[in-house]
C-alpha cells in the first residue's frame, strides 16, 4: 500500500508542477522583435564575430538598437544596401577596421600536416570540420562559411583559406530582385 500511495502522491506532484509550468510559460512569454528578425535573415548567418559581435543575431540586436549596418565583410555591399532599405538610413561603405569583402572562402587543411588536435573543430561555429583527437582533420566545402575562425587556433597552421570554386553545385540565383520572387536576375557570388 506504501508504494501505490509513493506512485500517486509523485504522479499526483508531477501533474501540479506540469500545470504551473505550463501557465508560467504562457503568462510569462516574451515575444521577440521582428526588427531583428528580419535583419537577422538579411546578414549571412556566418556566425565569424568580424563585425565585433559574437555572432550574426547579436550583431542583428545592435542594429536594431542603433549600430552601424556596415560592419559585415561576409555580407558585403549587397548586404550593407539591403540592411540601409530595411532600415530606412543611407547606404555606407564597408567599414575597413572590420575585414575586406572578398570573394567566397573556405577553409582547408592540409591533412598530411594536421596532429589532431581539435583546437579548430573547437574554434568552428558551424561544425564543418570533421575528426577526432590524434586523428587527422577534414573540412566539409558546403557547409564551410569561411568566418576564418579556425586559421589562428591551429598550432601547425596547416589551414588555409582558399577561394571557392565556382561550380554548378555552388553557383546560386539570386531571387530577391525579382518581383514574385521566381524569375532569376543576377548571380550571387
Not at 55 to 72: L, R
Not at 129 to 152: F, Q, R, S, W, Y
Request: proline share 7%; glycine share 8%; net charge negative.
Amino acid at each position: 500500500m506504501s508504494i501505490s500511495f509513493a506512485v500517486i502522491t509523485i504522479g499526483v506532484l508531477a501533474v501540479i508542477f506540469g500545470l504551473i509550468l505550463g501557465y508560467a510559460s504562457i503568462r510569462f512569454h516574451v515575444e521577440g522583435d521582428p526588427l531583428v528578425d528580419q535583419i537577422d535573415e538579411i546578414l549571412p548567418q556566418t556566425q565569424c564575430g568580424q563585425c565585433g559581435y559574437p555572432g550574426c543575431k547579436p550583431y542583428a540586436e545592435a542594429i536594431a538598437n542603433g549600430d552601424d549596418i556596415n560592419k559585415c565583410p561576409p555580407g558585403g555591399e549587397s548586404t550593407i544596401k539591403k540592411l540601409a532599405d530595411l532600415m530606412g538610413v543611407e547606404a555606407k561603405p564597408l567599414d575597413a577596421a572590420h575585414g575586406e569583402e572578398d570573394s567566397k572562402k573556405v577553409a582547408f587543411i592540409r591533412e598530411d600536416e594536421c596532429i589532431g588536435c581539435t583546437k579548430c573543430i573547437q574554434a568552428c561555429p558551424v561544425d564543418a570540420i570533421l575528426g577526432a583527437a590524434k586523428h587527422m582533420h577534414t573540412v566539409i566545402t558546403d557547409e564551410c562559411t569561411g568566418c576564418d575562425l579556425c586559421v589562428d587556433p591551429c598550432p601547425v597552421d596547416c589551414i588555409d583559406m582558399v577561394p571557392l570554386v565556382q561550380t554548378t553545385s555552388t553557383w546560386n540565383w539570386d531571387f530577391s530582385a525579382s518581383p514574385k520572387g521566381d524569375i532569376p536576375i543576377k548571380m550571387v557570388s
